[in-house]
């Protein structure tokens, strides 16, 4: 009979070696997959932050619902998933959510009162939902006022969209109400916010005034396609010029005197600038700028559908990277180019 031999110290070691690299290579693969997870998620919530900034609902909802798989009972999460229901006008929905959900809190209140009132508002009132525009109501604005500012609206909204060859995918905000009079408009009327937001403020009784609110409404209208078009910070030359070519008021402004702005004057926000001479410099040179680009492309409806493009191209290549792309220049390029 043989005997039996004992394991070498070799072989012993080789076991334990192959035991702790076995060991190392578990934990490494584990942190690697939960670094991978825990990356993938923060890129998503930044994603979604900004979808919540650009107004994108449809891509916010999409994620905060991929968000949820994984932590469903994050409250706020649940919270954001309730607000956007109710962006989107899917008011019954929104209340039914906030119904089966273990938890309340003002906000989640807040909703339920907001989203029954706008429902009972729209029954009240006769009115179809919007095709493009979700409508929200401050005072008491008449059937028939509702329905003109919505057809002349929806008229602005096509033309634009035609103009840029672009079909925002979320509803714009439009909150309509009513004065007792109309007031009278100067270069920015008191109702247009100076910093667009995202809604569109619109006073029923303005369509009125022909004369007046056709170039206020293709202004506005103008900056919420803007900000559809593109979940980047979009220069404030860019934004305001190319608004003010849309609206088409502002063409026979004569070039102003004095020194030239600089970039950086026109990229920061400059609407409520004190100084009326300077605003009127700002303002012409951003609509000077977009104009030279425009005519770099013939000016017709390609010229406007390539700076739709470049607007799109802002978020992944910069501003001048779109910019050079677009039209082989840099920003800088384009102001000395129109001194």
Not at 79 to 107: N, P, T, W
Not at 151 to 179: G, T
């Amino acid at each position: 009979m043989r005997k039996n031999r004992s394991q070498s110290p070799k072989g012993s070691l080789f076991v334990v070696l192959l035991v702790l690299f076995i060991f190392v290579a578990f934990v490494f693969i584990t942190y690697s997959k939960k670094n991978a997870e825990f990356e993938e998620r923060e890129a998503m919530v930044k994603e979604t932050n900004d979808c919540l900034a650009a107004g994108d609902w449809k891509c916010a909802e999409r994620n905060v619902r991929e968000l949820l798989k994984a932590e469903p009972n994050d409250t706020n999460l649940r919270m954001h998933l309730a607000g956007l229901l109710l962006e989107q006008e899917r008011y019954k929905e929104c209340v039914s959510y906030i119904e089966s959900l273990d938890f309340m809190s003002e906000k989640l209140d807040y909703f339920i009162v907001k989203a029954k009132r706008l429902e009972q508002e729209m029954e009240n009132l006769g009115v179809e939902k919007s095709m493009h525009f979700r409508l929200e109501f401050d005072g008491s604005p008449s059937k028939k006022d509702v329905m003109e500012a919505l057809a002349v609206l929806e008229v602005a909204y096509d033309s634009i969209s035609n103009l840029f060859d672009f079909l925002p995918e979320n509803k714009m905000s439009l909150v309509l109400y009513q004065e007792k009079e109309y007031q009278g408009v100067g270069p920015r009327p008191d109702w247009v916010a100076a910093v667009f937001d995202g809604k569109l403020r619109v006073p029923v009784n303005l369509m009125a005034y022909r004369e007046v609110y056709r170039p206020v409404l293709f202004h506005e209208l103008t900056h919420s396609f803007v900000r559809s078009m593109t979940r980047a910070q979009v220069p404030l030359w860019m934004n305001e010029g190319i608004a003010m070519v849309v609206d088409g008021s502002h063409n026979d402004e004569p070039r102003p005197i004095g020194s030239y702005p600089n970039l950086k004057s026109l990229t920061d926000p400059f609407v409520n600038e004190s100084n009326t001479e300077k605003a009127k410099k700002l303002y012409w040179f951003s609509k000077r700028m977009v104009q030279e680009l425009l005519w770099r492309d013939g000016g017709g409806a390609d010229a406007f559908r390539n700076f739709a493009k470049c607007l799109q191209d802002l978020q992944e290549l910069g501003t001048d990277g779109a910019l050079k792309k677009h039209y082989g220049m840099t920003a800088r390029d384009l102001l000395e180019s129109v001194k």
